[in-house]
T-cell receptor, first 117, second 111 residues
């Protein structure tokens, strides 16, 4: 089945350090890809999206992600972590549902980012 | 431009009762999605409505149902509430195959 996998349910970095959150997808055709962020007790906010244009996508709050077809990956990075980046991050992709009849936005299980002072 | 809105913010029900959650999409969006986010279970897809029709359904029992109105707003109904239905219910809206924009959620507590 087509799926989205986020490696690492919890990532901890120091303030000012590089943030790298990993996302891989399984699909024979490169899908539309998204990263969302969720702060405690809030809904999800769209960080950035890939829709087959530039492979390096810039988003809000200094985040960016690079689409690599050969690695079926869409990792999220930020050069310097800030305390306010502490949140849960979800990778998502439009993938065919199990019946193959339509596309469904499929989410990874999320990565909780902790930023230490 | 107004984002996705959901009501109520919090809902407390007793086991066996029914709950109704409401969602208003972003103006111009025809698709509405419902998700359940229970503690430790991640984001689970519930339902997708587009142009008034149910397009897809997640792996949930029939007591989870909903509808989409002509103005594209949507309602999620949960019948015969069980304790494990306690969760944050998120609604999202989008254009066809576009990025989904989420509302703030409704926190349902079943006691």
């Amino acid at each position: 089945a087509q799926s989205v996998t986020q490696l690492g349910s919890h990532v901890s970095v120091s303030e000012g350090a590089l943030v790298l959150l990993r996302c891989n997808y399984s699909s024979s055709v490169p899908p539309y890809l998204f990263w969302y962020v969720q702060y405690p007790n809030q809904g999800l906010q769209l960080l950035l999206k890939y829709t087959s244009a530039a492979t390096l996508v810039k988003g809000i709050n200094g985040f960016e992600a690079e689409f690599k077809k050969s690695e079926t990956s869409f990792h999220l990075t930020k050069p310097s972590a800030h305390m306010s980046d502490a949140a849960e991050y979800f990778c998502a992709a439009y993938l065919l549902n199990s019946g193959g009849s339509n596309y469904k936005l499929t989410f990874g299980k999320g990565t909780l980012l902790t930023v230490n002072p | 431009e107004a984002g996705v809105t959901q009501s109520p913010t919090h809902l407390i029900k007793t086991r066996g009762q029914q709950a109704t959650l409401r969602c208003s999409p972003i103006s111009g969006h025809t698709s509405v999605y419902w998700y359940q986010q229970a503690l430790g279970l991640g984001l689970q897809f519930l339902l997708w409505y587009d142009e008034g029709e149910e397009r897809n359904r997640g792996n949930f029992p029939p007591r989870f149902s909903g509808r989409q109105f002509p103005n594209y707003s949507s309602e999620l109904n949960v019948n015969a509430l069980e304790l494990e239905d306690s969760a944050l219910y998120l609604c999202a809206s989008s254009l066809p195959r576009g990025e989904q924009y989420f509302g703030p959620g409704t926190r349902l507590t079943v006691t």
